[in-house]
């Protein structure tokens, strides 16, 4: 059983900064592209970051240089660096991972919530 569980979330003013964690646990063959994405009430899950397992990013144009995506590779676990945090940013965070215990699999953490004041 494999089990992605995030950590960092919490409630920042405008201009702050946070930094999300997800730990993979399990019987894992391998991880292969691990993501960020958002949530809020009544809008679609989105895309906020993602790394290749050779640290190749992606990130989505509302970002604009303000998160920073990264992986230890050692550690199965991965990070998401806010900085400069908006209101909007509000949402529930979660990670994601492609996994291979036999074959890959799309995982998912519990989520996370980030809450930016003004």
């Known amino acids: 059983q494999v089990q992605l569980v995030e950590s960092g979330g919490g409630l920042v003013q405008a201009g702050g900064s946070l930094r999300l964690s997800c730990a993979a646990s399990?019987?894992?063959?391998?991880?292969?592209?691990v993501a960020w994405y958002r949530q809020t009430p009544g809008k679609q899950r989105e895309l906020v970051a993602q790394?290749?397992?050779?640290?190749?990013?992606n990130y989505a144009d509302f970002v604009e240089g303000r998160f920073t995506i990264s992986r230890d590779n050692s550690k199965k676990t991965w990070y998401l660096q806010m900085n400069t945090l908006k209101p909007e940013d509000t949402a529930v965070y979660y990670c994601?991972?492609?996994?291979?215990?036999?074959?890959?699999?799309?995982?998912w953490g519990q989520g996370t919530q980030v809450t930016v004041s003004s």
């Open positions: 399990g019987i894992i063959f391998s991880i292969h592209n």
């Open positions: 790394i290749t397992p050779r640290g190749s990013t």
């Open positions: 994601y991972a492609l996994i291979t215990m036999n074959y890959p699999q799309p995982y």
